[in-house]
């Protein structure tokens, strides 16, 4: 048998090479073979693949590189895939069609020796289970993709939805800025008419205004020089009475007063409180709210009062004046000027025809409202006086000073009646037990005393502030009194038997000011947190808090019938709270 070898990319060793011929076809006997079913499926793969594991053992074996060969190769089998020739044979095999596979072979090999036969017919069948698996992948993945790309696309239009919607919301809103922005631009063009209409009479006003100012210097100017003519003339008075006092006997001083005569303080059994036995509402504290804030003055508010019988409110000021409102309105009713320092203390007369004021200047002045001018300037005072109060005659007037002292003044005599001393600082704050002549004081040297107004002689003190009192006041019945230091704490002590009922915190801050309702049960206090805050005497603790000020909140007082509270603070203004 004859071999012959081809190139290497054919890598097919040929065992016999047979040329057949058409003149040939007629020569040859083809002769039925009777094939087995599993011998048809792989008679004519088999020696093309048993010639392809030959040809790849040859290769791969040691021996073929020199190397030699230690160990018996393993034995192996591999299906070559059937080309398209092979494919049909065995089908008709299968079939049983032998006439048809012997023309079939004849005209196969007679196109394929005259190379008719292009590479498609000769190239290997595909593998149908292996086409189908990468069918079945393909498929799977595409089913994938199209699973995201239906997600993707419905959050595309879940997104697209939600922009149509803002576009058509700022739309909208377009449309609605663009109307107001239209009405805006009308508007203003009426009022820079309306503005223009007004533009003569503010010009006309503007000069008003300067020549009403030019005459007002001009007024103080002349003030001020009245004021030192009447102080010459007052000093002139002043020398000329002294030298007739010492001219004048000591009898004859003390039987003739310079003003008037000298008012009687009544006897304690000659009057009687008529609130002792009377029982007031407590008022609803916790319901006041804020109903009206009114810019007083040019600084700070440092005392407020009540008229006894009119709803009118007088506030003082550190801007060395002093001023009358309507209440609940808050208008202006009068004012006054004559102080030359800050303002600290004010009281009404029991009737409502005088005002008394105090001052830093040391003095305390009386003002008639008949003649709406000072009355009567009192001067023995020598350092800044804190705080003044009528006693219920309306007789006598007493004051507390930063000299240590609280003084009792005649208004009948315009003279000073008595000096309590006593006290090791400055005495803060007084007020009178309520229809009786005794004093209460409240000091820097954190005491708070009574003194009987006749003789001078101080009744009792009360001890148990941890820093400087500011303020005092007793109830309508007289028996309680609250005071509060600069501690934030508010002591309540009991007159008849001389001890502390209690007390009461709701701030670190300072506690500038206190006062009592008509029931004696609530205490407003003005804190220097700018907080006013409101406590039950009975249960010691706060029930309300009431804010709204800017700054240090310095006076609080309740109306006399409770309806309504008043606060003034640092911030140059005062508070009404029902």
Not at 21 to 32: M, Q, R, V
Not at 136 to 157: G, H, L
Not at 382 to 392: K, L
Not at 452 to 459: Q, V
């Amino acid at each position: 048998m004859a071999t012959q070898q081809l190139g290497p990319e054919d890598e097919i060793e040929v065992l016999e090479q047979v040329e057949f011929s058409d003149s040939d076809d007629d020569d040859i006997n083809y002769a039925a073979v009777q094939l087995s079913d599993s011998e048809d499926d792989d008679s004519d793969e088999d020696l093309v693949s048993a010639l392809t594991s030959l040809q790849k053992s040859k290769r791969g074996s040691p021996a073929a590189h020199g190397v030699p060969m230690t160990a018996e190769p393993r034995s192996g089998t591999e299906v070559r895939p059937a080309v398209v020739d092979d494919f049909i044979r065995n089908f008709l095999i299968k079939v049983g069609m032998e006439r048809t596979l012997d023309c079939f072979n004849t005209e196969w090999y007679e196109l394929q020796s005259k190379g008719k036969l292009g590479e498609e017919y000769t190239n290997p069948v595909p593998d149908i289970y292996l086409r189908n698996q990468d069918l079945d992948e393909q498929v799977v993945t595409m089913r994938k993709e199209m699973e995201k790309m239906k997600a993707i696309a419905e959050k595309a239009r879940g997104t697209w939805d939600n922009f149509r919607k803002q576009r058509d919301f700022h739309r909208m809103h377009h449309k609605r800025v663009v109307q107001e922005k239209d009405k805006l631009t009308l508007d203003l063009k009426h009022l820079h008419k309306h503005y223009l209409s007004y533009e003569p009479t503010l010009k006309e006003l503007q000069a008003k205004y300067q020549v009403a100012m030019k005459e007002k210097m001009l007024m103080r100017l002349e003030r001020d020089r009245m004021r030192a003519r009447v102080e010459e003339v007052e000093a002139k008075i002043k020398v000329l009475m002294d030298s007739k006092v010492h001219a004048t006997p000591p009898a004859a001083t003390k039987k003739k007063p310079r003003k008037g005569g000298d008012s009687t303080l009544p006897k304690d059994d000659e009057v009687i409180n008529p609130f002792a036995d009377l029982d007031f509402d407590a008022p609803r504290v916790e319901s006041f709210q804020l109903k009206k804030a009114f810019r007083a003055h040019l600084n700070s508010v440092a005392g407020v009062a009540f008229h006894p019988r009119k709803p009118v409110l007088a506030t003082v000021s550190d801007d060395e004046t002093w001023k009358i409102w309507s209440v609940p309105n808050g208008d202006a009713v009068m004012s006054g000027e004559g102080h030359k320092d800050w303002v600290s203390g004010v009281d009404f007369h029991p009737a409502g025809t005088h005002l008394a004021t105090c001052s830093g200047d040391s003095t305390v002045k009386l003002w008639d409202f008949s003649r709406a001018s000072c009355a009567h300037t009192f001067t023995d005072h020598t350092q800044s006086v804190w705080d003044v109060s009528y006693h219920h005659t309306g007789d006598f007037l007493v004051s507390c000073s930063m000299d240590h002292t609280a003084r009792l003044w005649d208004t009948q005599s315009l003279r000073c009646r008595q000096t309590f001393r006593g006290h090791v600082d400055s005495v803060n704050s007084v007020c009178w037990q309520p229809f009786t002549n005794n004093v209460c004081t409240g000091s820097g040297d954190k005491t708070v005393s009574l003194w009987d107004s006749r003789s001078g002689l101080c009744i009792q003190t009360f001890y148990g502030h941890l820093n400087a009192c500011n303020c005092v006041c007793m109830n309508l019945r007289g028996d309680t009194i609250a005071s509060c230091d600069a501690d934030g704490v508010v002591k309540l002590w009991d007159v008849r038997m001389v001890a502390e009922l209690g007390s009461m915190s709701g701030s670190p801050h300072p506690i500038n000011c206190v006062d009592f309702d008509r029931s004696g049960t609530r205490v407003a206090a003005a804190c220097d947190d700018s907080v006013v805050r409101i406590f039950d005497t009975q249960e010691k603790k706060v029930v309300s808090e009431l804010r709204g000020h800017e700054n240090a909140v310095q006076t609080v007082k309740f109306d006399p019938e409770d309806k309504r509270l008043v606060s003034g603070s640092s911030d140059c203004t005062f508070r009404i709270w029902a």
